[in-house]
Each structure stands twice: as C-alpha cells, then as structure tokens.
C-alpha cells in the first residue's frame, strides 16, 4: 500500500467528503479515513433522521388545519411507519451507497481510526487492531465533528442518559422521557417524542432557544405547553438516579420529575480527546482555532473543519467551510493565490455575520443574522419591523388557523437588512432570500423591485418594505 497521499482528510462526515472532493477534482490525491460510517452524524444520527421522524408529525398537523383535508384525516400517526420511514432515509445504518459515491470521486477511502502521529502524520487503527503510517505531502484534514455532552451531574451517567443518537434511532418510544437542555436538539426531540406519544419533561437551566428572538421562543413554548409537555424553565439539574425502570431527575429546587428515560441535549463537545492532537502541540478536548482559511493557527499544513472549529457548527455552514478549506489546500500546493474570488480559492467569512439556521419545531423558526438584542449590542441604528403573517393573503389559503410573525432587523445608516426571523409553519423556506439579502447587503430601495408573487407567504417582504417606508415619511 502506497502511504503518501497529497492530503488526508480524518473524518467522512459531510465536511470531510467535501474537503476531499474539492482536493481530489484539484488535483490532489486524496485519503479519506473513517472509523465509523462515511456520512457521519448528520446522514445517521443527527439532521436526517430527526427531520424524517419530525416530518410526519408536521405533515399530519397541517392537514388538519385545512378544511376538507380536515375530514379526511381519522387517525393518529402510526409509529411504526413513522420509524420505518426515518430507517429509509437513513438507509439502515447501511453506508455502502456513500462508500460508492467516495469510490466513484476518485477519494481513496480508508476505514479505520485516523489519528495525528506528527507533523502530516496520521496513524490509521483498524477495528482488528492492524495499523497503517499515512503521510501527506502538503496538508491534513481534520473534520471529526461533535459529540453529545453528558453534564457532570452526580448520578447522570451511571442512570444511563441518551444521547441525540439514541433519540433519533429510536425503536422502542418510551411512554414518558425527561429531556435536559432547552435548545434546538431539545426543542427539536420534545416535538419528535410528544408526536410519538411520550409524555414529555423539559428541564431548562436558562431559557427555551435562549439564542433565537424571545418571540420564536414564545411561540415554540406555547405549543409544546398546548401539546402536554411539561417545561421547566430556569433551574439546574442537582442529580439523577435509574430506580427500576424509571429515571429520577432531582431538581435544585427540591422537586423531582421521572421518566422512563433522559436525553441529554445540554451542549457538544469536540471530538479531539483521541484524536492525538497533542502530537502536533495542541490540548486533546479542546476545540481547534482556525483561521478564515480554516488552517489551525500556527500551522502551515493542519486544518480543522466544521464543528470542531467551533464556529458554526451547523451542517451546512461546516459543508460551505469544506468547501473553502478544499479549494485552499489546492491553491497552496499549487502556489495559486488565496482571495475573496467567489469561483477560485477563497475564504470562509459567512459566519462573521449570516448564518442562516432552520429549527423544525412546531411551529418552525427560521433566522439569519442578527437579533434585535444583538444588533443593538453591536452599537448599530437599528429599525425593526414586525409583521403578523397571519394577516397576509397566502397565508389565509396554506391554512384556516395560521399563526406566525416574522421580524426583520434594518440598519437604518446604511439601509440593509442585518437580521430576519420567521416563526410560523414552513418558514424555512422563507429564510434564504433573507439570507441573500443579508449577506448581499442589499439597499432596501432595490428590495421594492424584487416583487413577491401573490398568494404566497412571501409578499410579507413587501409589507416589511411598506412598514418601513411609512415610518422613513413620518421621519421627514
């Protein structure tokens, strides 16, 4: 086995097999290691299978907010369907259409455990113990994700807690489930397990999706409390212990709740406790610190992508770093010029400042940019217009009871919009054009030119732009 790759990319996640396409389509031969399944956690254990066990709740849901399909609807969700649905689209736990895709880019894929060893060293452990020495000519990279974080709380781990795996590869629902964490993965399960028919617990140390505008937040909370889950706001967790079946969660407050199991969904934690980054001189566990080029400070030929960077960790901002870092590396060991050229080898500045995020609760939350609290932290003239989307004609025909509000966050010096943030149900598709403009820093007088067809939610843009026209008037 020839052991000298131009790259090595340690992880086949999304971001790992995008950095090794754009490596291997520049030119670069390319070494893809991987202990696991080649997708990662997003194709297994994360995006697609909660939004799969997410989406036949929601469709039920809206067909019995319409009239006529209303009707027709006589039963509840069948369970078992719903998991065999999320067991397609997660192929079985099956990576072989994955595997074939590597093999059909040209990326020579590599199973086993992939850890530095050196400077452009990586030791590869298979899971029968055999071990392969790879080196790189010109760079290596990281992309090993995330793992679950398991509070330090007396009693937690040895009440044996779910992780977002066990939630979302879920076979047998358990009738009551107690959940720790009040942020997207929390707000995200509680929707998926009360759908299911859990009687749900929420244990919140601060607020539900403290990170998003406090009326999304207000929203979601209404309906998970109209649904039956109980959440519990603002107290920490003092201990746990598994008593027969049940899981009991004392709170600091003196109370106890009890499920049949926990999820811990309190935060992640950086895959590089045995990722032998403290061969290369840097602190296993930590997370690694990156340049725009996603190149690990210090180094000349280490690089750390997606969640580990701990800069977006979402899956499609890690996807758009693969994707810089990948065309990177090309540049460098080809001595072309690394800029902010859009079609060359450019950097990933889009987490400075529009990061567009989709949470699939009910209803949905779609946001990019920032809040208004943040936007006026930042010390910028800010207009915020607010708008009830219920009162906007395509929404009258999506539904007979549609709720939802959308928020957009004006820098009035300069006339852009800095922030958006729908809650309401579908939303999601609604936040790219936000996001486009955002990131476009597009003059709102242009805006007016960018007409939203009629019936659809959309046309909100326009009573935005109204809004802010009537208040620009009255200013003169």
Request: with cysteine.
């Amino acid at each position: 086995m020839d052991t000298m790759y131009d790259v090595i990319v340690v992880g086949a996640g999304p971001v790992g097999e995008n950095v090794a396409d754009r490596t291997t389509r520049g030119g670069l031969r390319t070494a893809l290691v991987e202990g696991e399944r080649v997708g990662g956690e997003c194709s297994y254990w994360a995006c697609m299978p909660s939004k799969a066990l997410l989406r036949s709740g929601a469709a039920l849901r809206a067909a019995r907010a319409v009239g006529g399909a209303a009707q027709a609807v006589t039963g509840d969700l069948d369970v078992g369907a719903v998991l065999a649905r999320r067991d397609r689209l997660t192929h079985g736990g099956d990576d072989t259409s994955q595997v074939e895709w590597v093999a059909s880019a040209g990326i020579e894929l590599i199973r086993g455990h992939g850890r530095l060893a050196g400077e452009r060293i990586v030791q590869v452990t298979a899971g029968d113990g055999r071990a392969v020495t790879l080196t790189a000519r010109h760079a290596v990279a990281v992309c090993p994700g995330s793992a679950a974080l398991i509070p330090d709380i007396p009693g937690l781990s040895e009440a044996g807690p779910w992780t977002n795996r066990d939630a979302t590869g879920v076979q047998d629902i358990p009738a009551s489930l107690v959940i720790l964490g009040g942020g997207v993965v929390a707000a995200e399960m509680a929707t998926v397990f009360t759908d299911l028919g859990s009687a749900v617990t929420m244990v919140v140390r601060s607020r539900l999706l403290r990170g998003v505008e406090p009326f999304a937040a207000d929203a979601v909370r209404a309906s998970l409390t109209h649904r039956g889950v109980d959440i519990r706001e603002g107290i920490a967790v003092a201990a746990a212990r598994r008593i027969g079946g049940s899981v009991h969660v004392m709170l600091a407050d003196g109370r106890t709740v009890t499920g049949d199991e926990v999820l811990c969904a309190t935060g992640r934690l950086p895959r590089t406790t045995d990722l032998g980054v403290d061969a290369v001189g840097l602190v296993p566990g930590a997370w690694l610190d990156v340049d725009d080029t996603q190149r690990v400070r210090g180094s000349d030929w280490l690089y750390a992508v997606g969640d580990v960077n701990h800069r977006a960790a979402l899956t499609h901002q890690g996807k758009y770093q693969a994707r810089a870092a990948g065309d990177v590396i090309v540049a460098r060991a080809f001595g072309r010029p690394v800029d902010d050229r859009p079609w060359g080898a450019h950097v990933a500045t889009a987490d400075h400042a529009a990061v567009p995020q989709a949470i699939f609760t009910d209803p949905e939350i779609a946001a990019v940019g920032l809040t208004e609290a943040q936007a006026r932290e930042k010390g910028l003239p800010v207009r915020v217009l607010d708008h009830d989307l219920s009162w906007i004609a395509g929404a009258a025909t999506w539904s007979d009871d549609y709720r939802g509000r959308a928020r957009a966050v004006v820098d009035t010096d300069r006339e852009v919009l800095v922030g958006a943030t729908f809650v309401g149900p579908e939303v999601a598709e609604l936040v790219h054009a936000a996001t486009i403009a955002v990131v476009a820093e597009v003059p709102l007088e242009r805006l007016w030119h960018a007409v939203p067809p009629y019936p659809t939610v959309s046309e909100v843009w326009l009573r935005w732009l109204e809004e802010y026209g009537r208040s620009a008037d009255r200013s003169r």
